[in-house]
């Protein structure tokens, strides 16, 4: 699947190894902007991030307040490694709906690839504001922590991340970050 609900329940990736039919073709002169938001999921899944941003901008020219539309594109353009598009999509995301945990975690990781460190850590920070039980978020900004050699407090998040990794159920990802703890000097 190609987007995560905006509510952002959940901080799992998403996967494109989902398998799809083949997209349609292009949806008639008065589509709907939901016709070309499913074609752009659609390419998307198909691993055609091109063809996937052509039909969300498509989309977004019929209805510009469509958050899922940003945020699906904002992914589709981290894909295609433009990050500049990426950010400015996942920003507009965040102006529709300021609670959506999913564009503060894709924001903050683009950021990071895009070397702009503090404002990926100002995004993972706005997200364990709005859900602390988030280790994906702790884990992230552990790592860019550690990009900064701010060791304190990425030992702090990393542990932190290990604790809700074990809440959760999930030993091996906890036992992966455990040994990020104690690579660290």
Do not use: H, W
């Not at 990426?86 to 895009?114: C, H, W």
């Not at 920070?125 to 407090?153: F, G, H, M, W």
């Not at 542990?159 to 660290?184: D, I, M």
Request: charged content about 25%.
């Amino acid at each position: 699947m190609v987007a995560q609900s905006a509510s952002g329940q959940s901080l799992s990736a998403p996967s494109s190894s989902v398998p799809v039919k083949s997209a349609d073709p292009a949806p008639p002169s008065g589509a709907t902007a939901s016709v070309y938001v499913r074609q752009g999921d659609r390419a998307f899944a198909e691993g055609k991030y091109a063809e996937s941003v052509e039909a969300y901008t498509k989309a977004l020219e019929l209805y510009d307040l469509n958050e899922y539309a940003y945020y699906n594109r904002g992914l589709a353009y981290r894909k295609l490694k433009d990050y500049k598009n990426a950010i400015a999509d996942f920003s507009k995301t965040l102006q529709l709906n300021p609670e959506n945990t999913f564009a503060y975690l894709y924001r903050g990781m683009t950021l990071q690839v895009n070397g702009q460190t503090d404002l990926a850590i100002a995004d993972y920070t706005a997200l364990i504001k709005i859900d602390e039980s988030q280790p994906l978020a702790y884990l992230r900004r552990a790592e860019a922590y550690v990009s900064l050699k701010q060791n304190d407090k990425a030992r702090e998040d990393f542990t932190q991340a290990t604790s809700l990794y074990r809440k959760q159920g999930n030993q091996g990802q906890a036992e992966r970050v455990q040994s990020q703890v104690r690579s660290l000097k």
